[in-house]
Structures are given as structure tokens and as C-alpha cells.
């Protein structure tokens, strides 16, 4: 089959080396790519803001597959966009999208259905939320509901600092737009987290491998959040006990719910946990795959995840047995000068080959060509992912990676992985 993937990040030049592994794939082509991606299919220029153009794309390109990474299109409801015009596309509808789109959907939605979760309020006046915060004390978390690349959710360790976030999002500021014009205002939560990812037909599921990302940008767990600085699989965190726990607390009665609400859920449920002491609780849902989890997610899976998608799509996965995944992965993100701010791109970049040279597989993220020239174009630029036996073979093989990639300004964090060795 012929098969469209839109984005270009990490996560989706993890996705086409998978796509392109697959017997099932005679030709993949990818919107709007990235120079990684282009090396294994044609990229073709698409406004993935605009759903309308995704789908007019599949049907000029006869795609007979459609997988979208980011969470954007799909919120925008791109899926629903490919149904009406009888385009096959995995990935969840608007409406179900809404449990990463509207995090005060997705709060009342676990409220509804008994789903561990931080307690919480949903406020849309300033007012209102500063008179909350005096008879809550810090710590506490701030969010934004609506979509906001990831920065939206601010753990304040003071009270000073929660009335400065919900200032910045209710008040004149809006610093997130309309996306922070209703705030959650959620209990802090200690523990551990990691990422569960259940490939969803609208009823049935596989699990995937489950990861832990670095979400800070400096060692030891230090500085702002990120999109994520480096991840591993599987995460000893999430033992056989948990998942257990997980699919019945959280993954079962989650498709349960969406399906009787008249949203069945069909594409990548992904679900943040946090392992507190009184059991695994859910962080935020997302509806697709995280990265950087995915490129170490994928490069340990067994199967083949084309089928696996197609057959989600299809509403077929009973047709699929869970797949056990093989080894260990762990992928280190290498970032611009000044990321997650305000950062400098353009910057030559050598030693891709040499990275390659040393077992690494170096995935594109904010990558460009220009003048022939490998160029950085973004904050996270690329992840250099290892894969062994063992978790500490992996990250040997990921930072020799690391060692030979060469960008003025580059930053990576020197521990990764380091929680999973102990
Ligand atoms: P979110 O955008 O909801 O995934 O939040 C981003 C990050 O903020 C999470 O990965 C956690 O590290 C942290 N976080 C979010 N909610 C909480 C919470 N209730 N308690 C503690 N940390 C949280
Ligand atoms: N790495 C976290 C995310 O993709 O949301």
C-alpha cells in the first residue's frame, strides 16, 4: 500500500523507518518531512494547520493510508476531514481527540469514569482562580486546557509562583491565547512517570513498550520543561504488576467511556502516569505518540507497525496478537543553543555519518538543507538513538552517537537513562 505520513519531527522519522520495515509498504510518502525522512520517501509541502489540505493531499497522492503524528491536525479534526471524503487515516476524531485537546474534557471525562487522577478545578476567571489559590497552598499545578506544545502545565513550588501562572493565562497577558482562556488547577502529584502507549481500534488495544522521557532540559531533573531531552524503553518503572493496574484502571475503562459517549476511540491513546505511592495515576492523556518515546519505542518493537495501524484503522486488532518487544532502546536529544527559549537555528551540523558509524540510528527533528548544507531548524534537532541487550549497551551506543554529531551550541543531557540503570 501506498502509505502518507504527515509531520516532521523525531516521532515521525521513527515512524517512516517503521513504515519502510514493513512488507505491506510498496511507497511511502511524507508531509511535511524533514531531511531524514526524505532519505525514505518523497516529502511533498502541506500546511498541517489546515485539515482540509492534509486530505486534499491523500487524495492527489492516492494514498491508501494516512498515519498523522502530531497532535495538532488531529484536534483540528483531520480524521474527520479523510472520512467524509472515504479516506482510510489512523488516527482519533476531533471529538475524541478532545482528551488531549481540552484538559478540562479530559479531567471531568476520568471524574466521570472513576479514572485515577490529580484532583482538580477548572477555572475561566482570573478572579475566581486567585481566590482558590488562597485555600490551596502551593505545591500545585497550573494548566492551561487547551493545546500548548507541551509548556502549558506549570508545578509551582510556591504560591507566588501559581498566582503568577494563573495570571499569565486568565489575566490581560493570555500568554497561551485562547488555549489558557480556561485554566485546571490540579493537586501536585509525587512519583515517577512514565508513558503508556495503547494502539486503539475503537474497542480493542495493544500496548506498546512503556518509556520514560526527560521532560527538563538540565541534568538531574534541573531547569524548564521541554518537549522531552531524551527517553528509554521499557522503563523498569512500569512493571508487569502496573500494567495490569494501568489497563484496568485506566486504558479499559478510558475506550469504555469514549465508546459510550459516542466517541469511540480509534489511534494512539497515550497516557502520562505518574507512579505515586497510592498507585499509578494519570498525568494527561495524549492521542498520539510522544516523542521522543517513539523512537525508542518503535526501534524495540517486533512487529510490524504498519499492520498493527492498518488494522486499528480497520477496526481489526483483534486480528493482532500483543507483541512482545525485543531489547532495550534509549535515544538522546540533541538541542539548540538557548532551547526550550528563544533559540538560534541555521547552524551547520557534521558528523551524521560517523554517529551512524558507531550504531547509532540519528533521527531528524529540526533539521533543514540549505545550500546543500545540513542545517539546524528547530529546538530539538535530532535523537540519536542506541539499541542493545540491555539498557546501558543502548545508551553506550546512543552517546558514541552523540559524541560525533557536531552543531555550535548543541546541548544534551549527560543522564539520560541513568533512573533505568539503578
Ligand atoms: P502535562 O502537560 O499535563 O503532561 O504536564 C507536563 C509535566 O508537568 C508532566 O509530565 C509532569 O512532570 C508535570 N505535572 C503535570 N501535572 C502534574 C501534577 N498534578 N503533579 C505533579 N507534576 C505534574
Ligand atoms: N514527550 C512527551 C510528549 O510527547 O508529549
Do not use: W
Not at 76 to 97: I, M, Q, R, S, Y
Amino acid at each position: 500500500m501506498k502509505v502518507l505520513l504527515i509531520g516532521s519531527g523525531g516521532r515521525e522519522h521513527a515512524i517512516a523507518l517503521a513504515v519502510k520495515k514493513s512488507p505491506l509498504c510498496t511507497e511511502l510518502i511524507c508531509a511535511p518531512g524533514n531531511p531524514g525522512m526524505a532519505t525514505l520517501g518523497k516529502c511533498f509541502p502541506v500546511n498541517i494547520a489546515n485539515p482540509k489540505e492534509i486530505a486534499e493531499l491523500a487524495k492527489k497522492e492516492n494514498a491508501d493510508f494516512t498515519i498523522i503524528g502530531p497532535e495538532g491536525p488531529l484536534v483540528d479534526g483531520v480524521v474527520d476531514e479523510f472520512k467524509k471524503h472515504g479516506l482510510l487515516v489512523f488516527g482519533p476524531t476531533g471529538a475524541a481527540a478532545q482528551l488531549e485537546g481540552s484538559k478540562a474534557f479530559s479531567k471531568e471525562f476520568m471524574k466521570r469514569y472513576n479514572i485515577p487522577t490529580a484532583a482538580y478545578e477548572t477555572f475561566s476567571d482570573l478572579q475566581k482562580a486567585k481566590d482558590y489559590l488562597k485555600e490551596h497552598a502551593a505545591p500545585i499545578v497550573v494548566k492551561a486546557s487547551g493545546l500548548a506544545a507541551g509548556k502549558g502545565a506549570v508545578v509551582c513550588m510556591s504560591d507566588a509562583e501559581a498566582l503568577n501562572a494563573v495570571e499569565e493565562m486568565l489575566g490581560e497577558k493570555a500568554i497561551f491565547g485562547e488555549s489558557g482562556k480556561t485554566v485546571v488547577i490540579e493537586e501536585f502529584m509525587e512519583g515517577e512517570e512514565a508513558s503508556i502507549f495503547a494502539v486503539c481500534d475503537g474497542k480493542d488495544y495493544v500496548l506498546l513498550a512503556a518509556a520514560q522521557d526527560h521532560k527538563r532540559i538540565f541534568d538531574e531533573d534541573k531547569g524548564p520543561n521541554t518537549g522531552g531531552m531524551g527517553a528509554y524503553a521499557p522503563a523498569p518503572l512500569v512493571t508487569e504488576e502496573m500494567f495490569a493496574c494501568i489497563k484496568k484502571e485506566v486504558v479499559e475503562p478510558t475506550l469504555q467511556g469514549m465508546a459510550k459517549e459516542g466517541n469511540p476511540y480509534t489511534g494512539i491513546l497515550f497516557v502520562g502516569i505518574m507512579a505515586t505511592k497510592n498507585g499509578p495515576k494519570v498525568v494527561e492523556y495524549n492521542c498520539r505518540l510522544g516523542d521522543p518515546e517513539t523512537q525508542v519505542v518503535l526501534e524495540i518493537y517486533d512487529g510490524d507497525l504498519l499492520e498493527l495501524f492498518y488494522k486499528a484503522a480497520n477496526g481489526k486488532l483483534k486480528e493482532i496478537a500483543e507483541t512482545e518487544s525485543k531489547g532495550y532502546a534509549a535515544v538522546v536529544v540533541m538541542a539548540s543553543e538557548g532551547y526550550p527559549g528563544k533559540i538560534k537555528d541555521s547552524v551547520p551540523v557534521s558528523g551524521v555519518s560517523e554517529a551512524e558509524k558507531k550504531g547509532a540510528v540519528v533521527l531528524h527533528a529540526g533539521t533543514k538543507i540549505q545550500n546543500g548544507e545540513l542545517q539546524t531548524a528547530g529546538g530539538r534537532v535530532f535523537g540519536v538513538v542506541g539499541k542493545g541487550n540491555d539498557l546501558k549497551t543502548a545508551l553506550d551506543i546512543a552517546y558514541s552517537g552523540v559524541k560525533e554529531i557536531k552543531f555550535t551550541g548543541a546541548q544534551y543531557r549527560r543522564d539520560i537513562g541513568k533512573k533505568g540503570l539503578s
